[in-house]
């Protein structure tokens, strides 16, 4: 199998970024940026660590990652799987990447920096939703921000309601789980109870 093994051939292969695409790129959040991340109601998170890489879903309502400043945000995190994979990571590689998403919009805005887990209580506090506060806030000092264009999404039509796919065509949860698991699992129970566990755990 013929493979790319270093910058040269890329460069070869690619060519190199036109001019917009060099110009986009900020270190911090620019205003022309902000409008993108106040209507995000959903971003997606990447790190790093000795585990190895990680990506996860963030949502809430549009603006849940507050722009503190230029260079800061604030991610807070709320209730999930306890797994932490990505706080884990950050704990030994402090590098973060994020991409917000827009329901609409084809382009999206990417983020790089460093984030730290901040605990203090009046942060928390500050977060509060529905009556509950996260367990750890992501500080994120801001290193570059830029938009990505539309072609990824105009190719997926991603917003598109005509391609978008019933769940019931996929394995459900427990469906899935009971495939995996070399136990017993009733995967059945898992999927009758899990809308109601979603209620009383979202946050």
């Known amino acids: 199998m013929k493979t790319v093994t270093d910058v040269e051939a890329l460069?070869?292969?690619?060519?190199?970024?036109?001019?917009?695409?060099?110009?986009?790129v900020v270190d911090h959040i620019h205003p022309a940026y902000r409008p993108f991340i106040e209507a995000s109601p959903f971003a997606v998170l990447a790190t790093s660590g000795p585990e190895?890489?990680?990506?996860?879903?963030?949502?809430?309502?549009?603006?849940?990652?507050?722009?503190?400043?230029?260079?800061?945000?604030?991610l807070p995190d709320r209730r999930g799987n306890n797994r932490a994979d990505s706080l884990r990571n950050i704990l030994t590689d402090p590098r973060v990447a994020l991409i917000f998403l827009v329901p609409g919009v084809?382009?999206?805005?990417?983020?790089?920096?460093?984030?730290?887990?901040?605990?203090?209580?009046?942060?928390?506090?500050?977060?509060?939703?529905?009556?509950?506060?996260p367990r750890s806030v992501l500080h994120i000092a801001v290193e570059s921000?830029?938009?990505?264009c539309s072609r990824s999404l105009i190719r997926s039509e991603l917003w598109?309601?005509?391609?978008?796919?019933?769940?019931?065509?996929?394995?459900?949860?427990?469906?899935?789980?009971?495939?995996?698991?070399q136990d017993p699992f009733d995967g059945d129970e898992y999927d009758r109870e899990l809308p109601a566990r979603l209620k009383t755990t979202l946050y």
């Open 11 to 24: 460069e070869r292969l690619y060519g190199f970024p036109t001019k917009p695409s060099v110009l986009k």
């Open 52 to 74: 190895g890489l990680d990506v996860s879903p963030r949502g809430d309502p549009a603006g849940f990652i507050v722009i503190e400043d230029a260079h800061t945000l604030l």
């Open 106 to 133: 084809n382009e999206t805005l990417r983020v790089n920096g460093r984030a730290s887990i901040v605990i203090e209580p009046a942060m928390l506090e500050r977060f509060t939703f529905e009556g509950k506060q």
């Open 145 to 148: 921000v830029f938009f990505q």
């Open 160 to 181: 598109n309601p005509a391609r978008h796919v019933p769940r019931t065509a996929l394995p459900s949860n427990g469906a899935m789980l009971a495939a995996i698991s």
